[in-house]
């Protein structure tokens, strides 16, 4: 490895790149360690009152869009593979490599949200979104157990939209320094440790579209 090779995006208070790689990687881990934590959060108040109203959730689900969610969900396992793939032309130093997979990932994302504008302005239309204006005429289900499974709806994916916009924010930081060709094969971790976050974000979501989008579903020719 050359002197330049291994100085390049060295940090003062490290002896090396492995070492610092290491330190990175572990602190990496430690942030989506608490990540966990604070989404298990989420998920464990979820299935409490899940337990307690089903049939207002099963209602409420069955007012998301099932097409959209599916969707959402491919678009999301397709961006973890540009994503991987962004990865490994870090791996072995392809710049090129690195910024077509990254917009890839960056356009997979961006459409994802758009979904949800999609889906949350819908509910906003038709007075879904808990708070004052919130309406349930169905009398099958009691009004207000409704209100929370939106209101656990809108806080996991409100938190999860949060994260894939900081991700995005993080691709926009990315980049023009793939283009300045910062990032080699010797000093490629930036580029491993956001795989890391937007892979966590991702398996996120795969938790999440069943739990919110598929209780009580009919057969899945009801999608459309």
């Known amino acids: 490895m050359s002197t330049h090779a291994h100085t390049a995006g060295l940090n003062h208070q490290f002896d090396d790149l492995h070492q610092q790689y290491e330190a990175s990687n572990m602190g990496m881990w430690a942030f989506i360690a ?30 998301l869009s099932l097409g959209w969610g599916a969707f959402n969900t491919g678009v999301l396992i397709a961006s973890s593979f540009t994503m991987a793939m962004c990865v490994r032309a870090s791996q072995v130093g392809s710049r090129t490599g690195m910024l077509r997979w990254i917009l890839a990932t960056m356009v997979l994302g961006v459409t994802f949200l758009g979904v949800k504008v999609i889906e949350y302005t819908d509910k906003f239309h038709h007075h879904l979104i808990p708070g004052l204006n919130f309406e349930w005429l169905d009398p099958a289900a009691n009004a207000g157990h409704v209100k929370i499974f939106f209101s656990f709806y ?46 966590f974000v991702d398996i996120v979501w795969i938790f999440l579209f069943p739990l919110l989008y598929l209780i009580g579903r009919k057969p899945w020719i009801h999608i459309i």
Do not use: C
């Open 34 to 63: 608490q990540e966990i934590m604070f989404f298990g959060g989420l998920f464990g108040a979820y299935t409490v009152y899940r337990y307690e109203y089903l049939s207002a959730y099963v209602a409420g689900s069955n007012l």
């Open 154 to 199: 809108f806080a996991m994916t409100g938190m999860h939209a949060l994260h894939m916009i900081i991700g995005i924010g993080l691709m926009l930081w990315l980049i023009p320094n793939i283009i300045k060709g910062k990032y080699t094969k010797d000093y490629f971790f930036p580029i491993e440790n956001f795989g890391l976050y937007w892979h």
